[in-house]
């Protein structure tokens, strides 16, 4: 099952909005993400959250609503909590990208502690993020950036498609990291044989 999550980062261009509608099975807005959908003319399954960005007199009267005031956690959490998870291959987040940097930061988180059996990216206007767990074959333009980010760190057993292909390189904080590397041939294949990282795609980079 596809899922499809909107948060409410800013917004994505209504027509991304729309192609991604179209692709998943089930669309969740969170809070306000519920404005995007409206703007891009995407009736969501489901709004959730505590409500403080969006009002019900601005949500159509046909679309669920699900007001969760619990302020100890975040309306991307509030998500998980109404899924039906056994089901689920694949998440497509938006909006969860390049606004605050706290909220940021959270997301990427509560990404990284997801179902590592589940397909997990973001896409924003500047990038795409690619959760990587055991293995990930991602097909992506020549010439784009790529950068691979440990989270917390990643024992990489091998890639292929890259300018500096890495072969039993342990990225951390404390060792290497894998910023700026350029996609030489697609698709780009990641191995790794333990931990997680970031693959993110730098959108719009001159």
């Given amino acids: 099952m596809r899922i499809l999550i909107i948060l409410g980062g800013p917004p994505p261009q209504p027509a991304r909005l729309q192609h991604h509608a179209q692709e998943a099975d089930r669309i969740i807005a969170a809070d306000g993400g ?49 899924l039906t998870t056994s089901k689920i291959n694949r998440l497509m987040i938006l909006g969860g990208l390049g606004g605050r940097v706290d909220h940021e930061l959270t997301n990427l988180h509560i990404a990284a502690a997801l179902d590592p059996s589940w397909e997990v990216e973001f896409e924003g206007i500047n990038a795409h993020i690619f959760r990587v767990i055991n293995r990930m074959t991602i097909a992506l333009p020549v010439n784009s950036t790529l950068s691979l980010i440990p989270w917390p760190e990643a024992l990489i057993e091998k890639t292929t498609g890259l300018q500096w292909d890495l072969t039993n390189t342990l990225l951390s904080p404390n060792s290497q990291l894998g910023q700026s590397n350029r996609v030489t041939h697609s698709p780009v294949t990641i191995r790794l044989n333990h931990g997680m990282l970031y693959a993110v795609q730098v959108l719009n980079h001159a």
């Fill in 34 to 82: 519920a404005m995007a959908c409206l703007n891009a003319g995407v009736t969501p399954h489901l709004v959730i959250g505590d409500l403080d960005s969006v009002t019900l007199e601005t949500i159509p009267e046909n679309w669920v609503v699900q007001k969760d005031s619990n302020q100890d956690t975040t309306d991307f959490q509030k998500v998980f909590g109404v």
